[in-house]
């Protein structure tokens, strides 16, 4: 499935129809299932992107429970884009 992100004049992107505000400072977009989740990615939940703080299985690696900054637990079922923080050697040089 293609997720397609479409500059709206407010500086927010649409997602499907679903308005975002821009992404977090130093991070970069990736499609993340819950088991490949890090503590300290962002998640757009509530209308806001929301940095994992800390988080804990539950019914095996396809559901992953959240501890969200300023929101706390929440249930990912599903692959979600999410928002990496960009950390020396995570992006790739191409020559």
């Known amino acids: 499935m293609a997720v397609y992100y479409v500059r709206a004049a407010s500086g927010m992107s649409e997602d499907n129809g679903v308005q975002r505000p821009p992404a977090p400072a130093n991070t970069t977009p990736e499609h993340c299932a819950p088991h490949d ?31 969200l900054e300023g929101y706390g637990p929440w249930t990912m079922k599903t692959a979600a884009l999410v928002y990496r923080p960009i950390t020396r050697g995570s992006v790739r040089r191409i020559a």
């Open 37 to 67: 989740m890090q503590v300290g990615d962002y998640v757009f939940v509530d209308g806001r992107n929301r940095r994992v703080n800390d988080m804990r299985g539950r019914g095996g690696a396809s559901v992953r429970v959240l501890i």
